[in-house]
């Protein structure tokens, strides 16, 4: 049952990384355009539904197959769990939310950089982890690297890509245009 699960996540998570990618690499082209206009309006709902997946995914490990989440794995959750809720609430409020959504992104893939390199880094120290469950041992691993913080980290910058990619795109000349229109109203 691991297996198969963990393939189908795994999968998942690849292809969260590669689409975390194409969006890096298209902003750093200025080429963002073509992005929006694939998704056209659904990047909200895409990172909703990948933050229900990696959510599901983290209680599916943890109750199902009976893993036991060490101490980086609940700091993952506890900044990828809120993420269901505000994620699709960014449509309703986002200027309040777009940042915190993008806050909570960045800080939960620090969190699952860190215990990945603490998986791959022998000499890396422990960090907060207990010998009973450590953090430093991959509990297992799909196609050779795709271990779980390996897919948290591919779900936060997925749901931070589409979050960033779901805001207007702004440039020097319509913050002065939007400026002028608020004066006239």
């Known amino acids: 049952m691991i297996h198969v ?19 890096a690499l298209a902003a750093l082209a200025r080429r963002t355009a073509a992005l929006r206009a ?3 309006g659904l990047e909200l709902p895409v990172a909703t539904a990948v933050a229900v997946t990696a959510t599901g995914g983290s209680l599916f490990y943890s109750e199902v ?3 036991t989440p060490c101490a980086l794995c609940w700091v993952q959750r506890a900044f990828m769990f809120p993420l269901v809720a505000l994620v699709p609430a960014v449509a309703l409020a986002p200027r309040l939310l777009r940042p ?19 998986e791959r880094l022998p000499a890396a120290p422990s960090g907060p982890c207990a010998a009973d469950v450590p953090c430093d041992v991959p509990v297992f691993e799909i196609f050779g690297f795709v271990s779980l913080p390996v897919m948290a980290l591919a779900g936060f910058l997925a749901i ?3 979050t960033w990619l779901s805001g207007r795109p702004t440039t020097i000349s319509s913050h002065h245009r ?3 229109q608020g004066a006239r109203s």
Do not use: E, I, K, P
């Open 178 to 180: 939007d400026d002028r």
């Open 160 to 162: 931070g890509a589409l």
């Open 100 to 118: 915190l959504v993008l806050t909570l992104t960045a800080g939960g893939a620090g969190v699952a950089l860190w215990h990945t390199a603490l």
């Open 38 to 40: 694939f998704f056209a």
């Open 65 to 67: 197959v009976g893993l």
């Open 5 to 23: 699960s963990g393939q189908v996540f795994s999968l998942l998570a690849l292809l969260a990384v590669l689409f975390a990618g194409a969006v």
